[in-house]
């Protein structure tokens, strides 16, 4: 926990946070302006996360959020006249400022913060690094407060309903915590716990980011913007529902079975509630621990395979993906199994998106350039390729062409390659310059579940027969749905 | 004749469920100490041989609510708890035990608790001030602060649990959610000012 860090070591963390802070080349070309803001922001010591304890324990946190934050702002006046940069600095520091009074629980601000990291002006590869190293910091909730919400949707204590169950949680989920207990059966679980008022946060949350955001955005992406902050928030509450994480969870486990070396932790519906999630305890480790073991290229390619069929198989089967793929989703078995935990964030696609998407497949995989045009600029919300500006479509084909590239090639591809990574990140990065982001607001997950995904399997140095792996899911699931 | 004391406390306890429902279903501002007898079945008169007022009556299920809460709390508290947790347990403890008079209790605690000076006092809301005050010193003592905290906090402490009890009469979120969150930070806020404002000397002097 940050709490517990020595001074060293936070100084160490906070100097390399200002090191990744995104540079603007034409307002501050050091970053400098940008740090100084976001050190003024931690030094008001403003309840972030509302909890005093919270806040102290996770101000790199909220800096990190607020840093983020305040970039992505001031990215959408990069352009303007000196006068009305002067007026949208202005609303910019007021609007960080109110920043500061948002989420006073902190699942909200770490969400926020994450979701407007991944939105389309994406920050640069290290400042998300840093972001990553920092998604375990947050404090668990105390063990009085687990037993009050026990006694609200069980009736009983943890201690009453559990055979064993232990005080201090192992993980901070975004939106609670989980704490490892044994069910009277003996099963080993783990119990995930949603702080209370989350809900209720997120619709204040986002409502004061509507209106703060409101004097920035007077430009002609407003109304997409605002599509955008619906979705999120859409996917924030459903993030809340354990019930519906419970039955994501029991349909996910049904696509694979032992062979296929994927796990699905079982859910336990009797000790479920809309607040509380228990599912079976997959022991493993994350990726820094696995990584820090110096695994070979075998056992790096064995977990870029297994993740490549466990994404690909719950994206054919069940048209979903999950939009959260950060490297604390999955776990590293030691029997070298692959675990999937996690489904919160899982974006369901509606039968138009998904029969659009498959398009898109189709043309690319037939090569048909002029049609993959077309999506690309229905995707961008222009009627067809002649509506489009040349350089929109070219720039954000190239996008898509990064997205599709593990395609093309036969037998290994290496997702380790650094200058194919930084590819995709320049891609991305030349779209929010140039303000091409426009987009239906399924981009901001496909963008999150991709990059993500592609994030971890560079951190994991591996490779994969990526084009086998596809025909062989996509068939599989064509197959399945014949049949049924 | 002389009434047995098994059935005093039988006519007391009818008297305290009759005026329950009454606050709950008509409100306490609403109900009259004459309809409580008469629907208890006694006459106001007697009724007032029990309890002298409406306040007195209402505050007699609030301290008994309260009692019976020192006592879970009593139960459940593991002494693993940080000073913060263990005020929270505390706390929420005794607001389990006051759930079912919540529809009522906001008034009752107004005229009852009210740090404000009035023309007359409730004896049984200094009571339970006091007893509460009392446990919350105790817990405080045995964090290992010996020294007594001055009135000077436990006035705050008291503004503070008022505010609670205002707020988590009034909290339409489901179980008072919204109130547990702020609980906490209340709490927290309390436990730095009386560890002289360093967030980790609560936890550092625990038992």
Known sequence: ?484 | MRISEQAKHETRSRILTTAAELFCTKGFEESTTREIALTAGLAAGTMFNYFPSKETLAMTMVTEALRQGTEDFRRRRTNEEQLAEELFMFIASGLRLLQPMRPFLGPVLERSLSPFPRKSTCPEGDATRQEHLAVVQEIINHHGFTEPPDHVAMTIYWSLYLGILACWTNDPSPNQEESRAMIDYSLQVFVQMITGGDAEKGAANDC
């Open chain 1, 1 to 484: 926990m940050t709490a517990e860090l020595g001074t060293e070591t936070k100084l160490t963390r906070l100097e390399a946070l200002r090191r990744a802070l995104p540079k603007e080349p034409a307002m501050d070309p050091t970053g400098q302006r940008l740090a100084q803001l976001v050190d003024r922001i931690a030094e008001q010591r403003v309840p972030v996360n509302g909890l005093i304890r919270l806040w102290t324990l996770g101000s790199l946190q909220a800096r990190v959020t607020a840093g983020y934050f305040a970039y992505w702002l001031r990215s959408r006046f990069v352009d303007a006249d000196e006068r009305q940069r002067l007026k949208s600095e202005a609303h910019l520091a007021a609007a960080v400022k109110l920043f500061g009074t948002m989420g006073y629980l902190r699942g909200a601000v770490m969400k926020i913060g994450q979701l407007l990291a991944n939105l389309p002006e994406v920050a640069p590869e290290e400042f998300s690094e840093v972001l990553a190293a920092l998604h375990f910091e947050a404090p668990p909730m105390h063990f009085a407060m687990v037993r009050e919400l026990f006694l609200d949707e069980f009736g009983k204590e943890p201690e009453e309903l559990f055979a064993s169950f232990d005080r201090q949680a192992f993980a901070a989920a975004s939106l609670g915590q989980v704490h490892r207990a044994r069910l009277h059966s003996g099963e080993e679980v783990a119990v995930k716990i949603q702080y209370p008022g989350i809900a209720r946060t997120i619709r204040s949350d986002m409502r004061n980011l509507r209106l703060m955001l409101q004097p920035l955005c007077l430009t002609r992406d407003w109304q997409n913007t605002t599509d955008k902050l619906a979705d999120i928030e859409q996917m924030l509450l459903m993030e809340t529902d354990y019930e519906a994480e419970a039955g994501y969870y029991t349909q996910a486990r049904q696509l694979f079975t032992a062979a296929d070396q994927v796990v699905v932790p079982q859910v336990y519906r009797e000790y479920c509630s809309k607040r509380v999630l228990t599912t079976e305890f997959l022991a493993g480790c994350h990726l820094d621990e696995f990584l820090a073991g110096k695994p070979s290229q075998v056992e790096r390619n064995r977990f870029t395979d297994l993740l490549t069929v466990a994404t690909f198989r719950v994206y054919y089967r069940l048209h979903w993906f999950m939009a959260d793929p950060h490297p604390g989703n999955f776990i590293f078995m030691a029997d070298g199994r692959l675990g999937l935990i996690d489904f919160g964030c899982t974006r369901v696609m509606t039968d138009e998106e998904w029969q659009l998407s498959s398009a898109a497949e189709q043309a690319f995989l037939q090569g048909d350039e002029a049609r993959l045009n077309m999506i690309t600029a229905k995707a961008c919300l222009f009627n067809g390729p002649e509506d489009i500006e040349p350089d929109r479509l070219k720039t954000v084909r190239e996008g898509v062409d990064w997205q599709l590239e593990p395609w093309r090639q036969e037998g290994l591809f290496d997702f380790g390659d650094r200058e194919f990574f930084r590819r995709g990140i320049d891609c991305i990065v030349a779209m929010a310059k140039k303000r091409y982001t426009c987009g239906a607001p399924l981009y901001i997950w496909t963008n999150r579940f991709t990059l993500g995904g592609r994030a971890f399997c560079y951190r994991l140095q591996g490779q994969c027969d990526f084009r086998k792996i596809h025909q062989q899911e996509s068939l599989a699931a064509s197959a399945a749905a014949s049949i049924s």
